[in-house]
């Protein structure tokens, strides 16, 4: 079964949807990310520091921080599948298709504007706090999600859809059955990117007191410690290295066969 991409933005997004990603670029990704923690661990534990760096930089302390960053990335992720997918596919429905570039462009906004400046915003209206962090980041991730959602469904071929409805199925097992599953590698991709983006954006939740690795960078920026800004951004781009090759591996296995 093939299937058409009416959208460059979302080719872009999707950049591995069309093809198989070499599998050797697959095991040199998680073995990078796995170099830099080693790395870490090692200097946290054989470099000498002062008793500042030194209580920054317990290795409790920074799996806290990291356990910190993992959950607000995962819970921003849930919030936006659970608007972005739904939405993506009543936006592709035939009475109200009319509304995506409005709907888009709104969510264009999210991601148009400064992050911190988002998060300051909404911190000024909601208070500081976890919760504030999710609903500013989830705004911020949202639109790769919608945009692809939109993108792979409207890209299904029209001829497989009247198809399914020659042979009598409803429009909601055409959803399911057609549409969705041949638009899974398109939105998976979005997913990807949303990801990616969450775990790096989360840096800036320190600032209103949502927690993660970004309290080291500003740690160490603030008390002029370069070792501890140095290992929060190291462990900051490993992660966002590890959920890459996640979601690269999530898409090959939820491809469907013959794509």
């Known amino acids: 079964m093939s299937t058409t991409t009416a959208n460059p933005d979302a080719l872009e997004l999707a950049e591995d949807a069309p093809g198989r990603p070499a599998r050797k670029r697959w095991i040199g990704q998680p073995l990078v990310a796995a170099l830099m923690v080693a790395g870490v661990v090692a200097y946290v534990?054989?470099?000498?520091?002062?008793?500042?760096?030194a209580r920054q930089l317990d290795l409790?302390?920074?799996?806290?921080?990291?356990?910190?960053?993992i959950v607000l990335a995962a819970v921003?992720?849930?919030?936006?599948l659970v608007i972005a997918l739904p939405l993506g596919v009543l936006l592709t429905r035939?009475?109200?298709?009319?509304?995506?570039?409005?709907?888009?462009?709104?969510?264009?906004?999210?991601?148009?504007?400064?992050a911190i400046g988002l998060l300051v915003l909404l911190a000024l209206w909601l208070g500081?706090?976890?919760?504030?962090?999710?609903?500013?980041?989830?705004?911020?991730?949202?639109?790769?999600v919608l945009r692809n959602t939109i993108t792979?469904?409207?890209?299904?071929?029209?001829?497989?859809?009247?198809?399914?409805?020659?042979?009598?199925?409803?429009a909601t097992r055409v959803l399911v059955r057609i549409e969705l599953v041949l638009a899974v590698p398109v939105i998976l991709a979005g997913v990807r990117v949303a990801l990616v983006l969450l775990v790096g954006t989360a840096t800036l939740a320190t600032f209103i007191d949502g927690g993660g690795l970004g309290s080291l960078i500003t740690t160490g920026i603030t008390l002029q410690r370069t070792s501890v800004l140095v290992v929060g951004a190291v462990l900051v781009a490993?992660?966002?290295?590890?959920?890459?090759?996640?979601?690269?591996?999530?898409e090959e296995v939820a491809r469907p066969k013959g794509m």
């Open 238 to 250: 490993a992660l966002a290295l590890l959920i890459d090759w996640l979601g690269r591996v999530v």
């Open 128 to 144: 500081l706090g976890f919760g504030t962090c999710v609903i500013a980041l989830a705004a911020y991730a949202i639109l790769p």
């Open 94 to 114: 035939r009475r109200t298709r009319a509304a995506a570039p409005v709907i888009v462009a709104l969510a264009n906004i999210g991601q148009a504007a400064p």
């Open 45 to 53: 534990r054989l470099a000498h520091h002062d008793a500042v760096a």
């Open 60 to 69: 409790s302390a920074l799996a806290d921080r990291t356990w910190e960053h």
């Open 152 to 170: 792979g469904i409207q890209g299904v071929d029209a001829n497989l859809v009247e198809a399914g409805r020659g042979m009598g199925m409803s």
């Open 76 to 80: 921003s992720t849930a919030v936006v």
